[in-house]
């Protein structure tokens, strides 16, 4: 049980030892609030008592389990369930299998140049925070409207999918009402405390996760003649993988997969949005990082090679889950409510993360001063109401644009935040980089850092270039051709947007001291 939620953030300067580190040489209010910290003893917990995000007034209400879960949801979506049989007919066994690798790959090297900013700035809303520091605060402004983007259009899908899957079950029932039951449920979550949320998202991602074990462990038994298999005399064992070559459809497919396979993994850097909230950060964002890449190469990939050695690759998800296909073959009874079930709650897992990462980021920019500061205003649970209702909005419309302009606007959304995760990721690395540099030109070493990233800076110039190419080789798929052009045109208005709001800004303060001129040569 969570402790009571009354307390409130004390913190005096003299408790916040921050080593300090050059920026950009401008320093304002709230990035002096947010300089790379070291939790010092004195901001511990010693009573047992709830313990806040640094500088704010939000509530350290996660454990070390909630963290990993969370990340694993936030990866773990309706992609492996349902259409990772589109994904197999597209490149094929090996192809498939490959591309998740390589996708697994450049998801770890993100997130360990990720761990080394979370621990040393554990703040919410992280990723536009250092993108402000490090590269410069138009920046900033973009990749917090970047990533707010990627889980809010990510709701409007998923309250969707939700009423979708229940219709299974009780057809007679309109979509709708399911939807808003959904709306309810996650919004309630959300508002209660980050608690309440992070327990919530942990039993969600638990049940995605036990059956996924599930499937790999009865696929195996399967594959070895354990238990019988309809269409098989004898043990399949892994000869579908190969059977019409290693690249059947030929190595371009399997280029446009990896596309893909870097949304699918877009998630884990929720990692960083709750480390702000998170108890230990220095213990749990590390270990959280360290767990990801072996936990995606064995549920997606073991999943896959599982699905591909039951299934002729060219009969995989041909209007069906790959996962019920398999557990219709061995016989399991109930397979498509079992399934249905589970989707369900990695629906409600995704829309879950998803309005947490949204409220967070709406949160941040307004404690950033990028919007009203009121929406960075918290309740006495540490709950930011107004962001919450500004991200539940954002999520309610991003669900009306998909039914009343599916073939436009939400077209448009939608491409926009497939790539948007992706732009988050090479900021990510680009700022880590920054970083160290930066903290080394102070006079601090690295054995100061509570977390390093491992292989600097082979690592965080790998992790860069790597995503840098991602984002840039979707020219060359022509299904994902628009995608490219419409993040372009979109990061080009936000950091048109941020300026204008700076003109306005300064408009405002010269027409303020202009007036306040001419007061005092009146009173004159």
């Given at each position: 049980?969570?402790?009571?939620d009354?307390?409130?953030?004390?913190?005096?300067?003299?408790?916040?030892?921050?080593?300090?580190?050059?920026?950009?040489?401008?320093?304002?209010?709230?990035?002096?609030?947010?300089?790379?910290?070291?939790?010092?003893?004195s901001?511990?917990?010693?009573?047992g008592?709830d313990e806040?995000a640094?500088?704010?007034?939000?509530?350290r209400g996660?454990?070390?389990?909630h963290?990993?879960?969370?990340?694993?949801?936030?990866?773990?979506?309706?992609g492996?369930?349902l259409?990772s049989?589109?994904?197999?007919?597209?490149?094929?066994?090996?192809?498939?299998?490959l591309?998740?690798?390589?996708?697994a790959?450049?998801v770890?090297?993100?997130m360990?140049?990720?761990?080394?900013?979370?621990?040393?700035?554990?703040?919410?809303?992280?990723?536009?925070?250092?993108a402000?520091?490090?590269i410069g605060?138009g920046?900033?402004?973009v990749?917090?409207?970047?990533?707010?983007l990627t889980?809010?259009?990510?709701?409007?899908?998923e309250?969707?999918a939700?009423?979708?899957?229940?219709?299974?079950?009780?057809?007679?029932?309109?979509?709708?009402?399911?939807?808003?039951?959904?709306?309810?449920?996650?919004?309630?979550?959300?508002?209660?405390?980050?608690?309440?949320?992070?327990?919530?998202?942990?039993?969600?991602?638990?049940?995605?996760?036990?059956?996924?074990c599930?499937?790999?462990?009865?696929?195996l038994?399967?594959?070895?003649?354990?238990?019988?298999?309809?269409?098989?005399?004898?043990?399949p064992?892994f000869?579908?993988?190969?059977?019409?070559?290693i690249f059947?459809?030929?190595f371009?497919?399997?280029?446009a997969t990896?596309?893909?396979?870097?949304?699918a993994f877009?998630?884990?850097?929720?990692i960083?949005?709750?480390?702000?909230?998170?108890?230990?950060?220095?213990?749990?964002?590390p270990k959280?990082?360290?767990?990801t890449?072996?936990?995606?190469?064995?549920?997606?990939?073991?999943?896959i090679?599982?699905m591909?050695a039951?299934i002729?690759?060219?009969q995989?998800?041909?209007?069906?889950?790959?996962?019920?296909l398999?557990?219709?073959?061995i016989?399991?009874?109930?397979a498509?409510?079992?399934m249905?079930?589970?989707?369900?709650?990695?629906?409600?897992?995704?829309?879950?993360?998803g309005?947490?990462?949204?409220?967070r980021?709406?949160?941040?920019?307004?404690?950033e001063?990028?919007?009203?500061r009121?929406?960075?205003?918290?309740?006495r649970?540490?709950?930011?109401?107004?962001?919450?209702?500004?991200?539940?909005?954002?999520g309610l419309?991003?669900?009306?644009?998909?039914?009343?302009?599916?073939?436009?606007?939400y077209?448009?959304?939608?491409?926009?935040?497939?790539l948007?995760?992706?732009?988050?990721?090479?900021a990510?690395?680009?700022?880590?980089?920054?970083f160290?540099?930066?903290?080394?030109?102070?006079?601090?070493?690295?054995?100061?850092?509570?977390y390093?990233?491992?292989?600097?800076p082979?690592?965080?110039?790998?992790a860069?270039?790597?995503?840098t190419?991602?984002?840039?080789?979707?020219?060359f798929?022509?299904?994902?051709?628009?995608?490219?052009?419409?993040?372009?045109?979109f990061?080009?208005a936000?950091?048109?947007?941020?300026?204008?709001?700076?003109?306005?800004r300064?408009?405002k303060?010269?027409?303020?001291?202009?007036?306040?001129?001419?007061?005092?040569?009146?009173r004159?």
């Amino acid at each position: 049980m969570s402790q009571p939620d009354t307390d409130t953030a004390a913190q005096s300067p003299s408790s916040q030892q921050e080593p300090q580190i050059q920026t950009d040489g401008r320093r304002s209010h709230s990035e002096q609030m947010n300089q790379p910290a070291q939790t010092s003893q004195s901001e511990s917990s010693h009573d047992g008592k709830d313990e806040h995000a640094l500088h704010t007034n939000l509530k350290r209400g996660m454990e070390s389990r909630h963290l990993q879960m969370i990340s694993l949801g936030g990866v773990i979506g309706t992609g492996l369930f349902l259409s990772s049989g589109y994904t197999i007919q597209q490149a094929g066994p090996i192809g498939t299998i490959l591309a998740y690798s390589i996708g697994a790959l450049i998801v770890y090297l993100v997130m360990l140049t990720l761990g080394e900013l979370s621990v040393a700035m554990p703040v919410t809303g992280s990723f536009h925070v250092y993108a402000e520091k490090f590269i410069g605060p138009g920046t900033g402004f973009v990749i917090a409207i970047q990533y707010w983007l990627t889980w809010t259009v990510a709701l409007g899908s998923e309250f969707t999918a939700a009423g979708l899957l229940m219709q299974r079950w009780f057809p007679n029932i309109p979509t709708w009402v399911w939807s808003a039951a959904c709306i309810i449920l996650i919004f309630t979550l959300n508002a209660l405390s980050v608690r309440f949320f992070a327990e919530a998202e942990f039993w969600f991602a638990s049940i995605k996760v036990f059956a996924i074990c599930a499937f790999i462990i009865i696929g195996l038994l399967a594959i070895f003649g354990v238990i019988p298999i309809a269409g098989y005399q004898h043990a399949p064992m892994f000869g579908n993988l190969v059977k019409d070559g290693i690249f059947p459809n030929g190595f371009m497919p399997v280029f446009a997969t990896i596309l893909t396979v870097n949304f699918a993994f877009s998630g884990t850097e929720l990692i960083g949005v709750t480390a702000g909230e998170t108890r230990d950060p220095e213990t749990a964002v590390p270990k959280a990082i360290h767990t990801t890449l072996w936990r995606l190469v064995l549920f997606f990939i073991g999943s896959i090679t599982v699905m591909c050695a039951l299934i002729p690759w060219r009969q995989a998800g041909v209007g069906e889950s790959p996962f019920v296909l398999v557990f219709n073959s061995i016989g399991i009874p109930y397979a498509g409510d079992i399934m249905n079930f589970v989707v369900l709650t990695a629906v409600l897992s995704a829309s879950n993360s998803g309005l947490y990462a949204s409220t967070r980021m709406v949160w941040s920019m307004g404690n950033e001063g990028m919007i009203p500061r009121w929406f960075a205003k918290t309740n006495r649970r540490g709950v930011p109401m107004l962001a919450l209702c500004a991200a539940m909005a954002g999520g309610l419309l991003a669900l009306l644009s998909s039914v009343i302009a599916a073939s436009t606007v939400y077209l448009v959304l939608v491409a926009l935040s497939g790539l948007s995760a992706v732009v988050v990721w090479i900021a990510i690395a680009y700022c880590q980089i920054v970083f160290r540099r930066r903290w080394l030109e102070s006079g601090h070493s690295t054995s100061e850092l509570k977390y390093r990233t491992p292989g600097y800076p082979y690592v965080s110039w790998a992790a860069f270039i790597l995503c840098t190419a991602s984002f840039v080789l979707v020219i060359f798929d022509v299904e994902q051709r628009f995608a490219l052009v419409a993040e372009l045109v979109f990061i080009v208005a936000c950091y048109g947007a941020y300026f204008l709001q700076q003109w306005v800004r300064k408009r405002k303060k010269a027409t303020e001291a202009d007036d306040l001129d001419t007061l005092w040569v009146a009173r004159d």
